[in-house]
């Protein structure tokens, strides 16, 4: 979906490092999320936000942690990456405003990330 | 800990028959949504299901949701090649105070054979 986008798309990097991804959407949403998935398995919340204001731990934040610099970015940060980090992450969105499908996600085509 | 979990976890049928895939949860929950996933791609939402309704129909899609026993069903119709794909339930739990994420089933895989 454009609306959400992901940046990088794939990312290779070694233990220890820093790592950001990126997330935009312009559909005007309020709240986002970052989430993993690990083969196999569903999909674990990481952080949430409401709003800029708003930042919320969800199932597995650590060593993760998040910035949401605007309404329209959120971003995810592994401050030292390690091998277990390895995974496919997604950005998702949703609106809380009234009318709007209640917490219906939009998601973003994710980010694949190798910890070597 | 997911609450839902979705069975089975992998289903292959022939092109044209129904594929019914299961979903259970554990609390209380305001609505329940199923999402598909093609391989390597981010979810897209296909059906929501709030705690009042027993079922709904969206084109070949047919949820039910029996709050008593906190179980749901996705039923897809005259199944073609490009349903071929992973399939999620994900719960919006009762919360109290603030609402959060969604939380995911497992996923179940289901191919669909030409």
């Known amino acids: 979906d454009a609306d959400v986008t992901q940046t990088p798309r794939n990312r290779i990097t070694k233990t220890g490092k820093r790592i950001m991804l990126e997330c935009s959407q312009t559909k005007g949403h309020d709240r986002m999320y970052w989430y993993r998935q690990d083969p196999g398995l569903g999909l674990r919340l990481i952080y949430y936000s409401f709003d800029v204001k708003d930042i919320n731990k969800g199932e597995i934040s650590d060593g993760y942690s998040v910035s949401r610099q605007a309404q329209a970015k959120f971003s995810l940060s592994l401050e030292s990456a390690i091998p277990n980090q390895t995974a496919l992450y997604f950005c998702a969105t949703s609106a809380s405003r009234q009318g709007a499908r209640p917490h219906t996600q939009y998601f973003g085509p994710g980010t694949r990330l190798t910890v070597l | ?114």
């Open chain 2, 1 to 114: 800990s997911q609450q839902g979990e979705e069975d089975p976890q992998a289903l292959s049928i022939q092109e044209g028959e129904n594929a019914t895939m299961n979903c259970s949860y554990k609390t209380s929950i305001n609505n329940l949504q199923w999402y598909r996933q093609n391989s390597g791609r981010g979810l897209v939402h296909l059906i929501l299901i709030r705690s009042n309704e027993r079922e709904k129909h969206s084109g070949r899609l047919r949820v039910t949701l029996d709050t008593s026993k906190k179980s749901s069903s996705l039923l897809i119709t005259a199944s073609r090649a490009a349903d071929t794909a992973s399939y999620f339930c994900a719960t919006d739990a009762h919360s109290g105070g603030g609402a959060d994420g969604l939380t995911f089933g497992k996923g179940t895989h289901l191919i669909i054979q030409p």
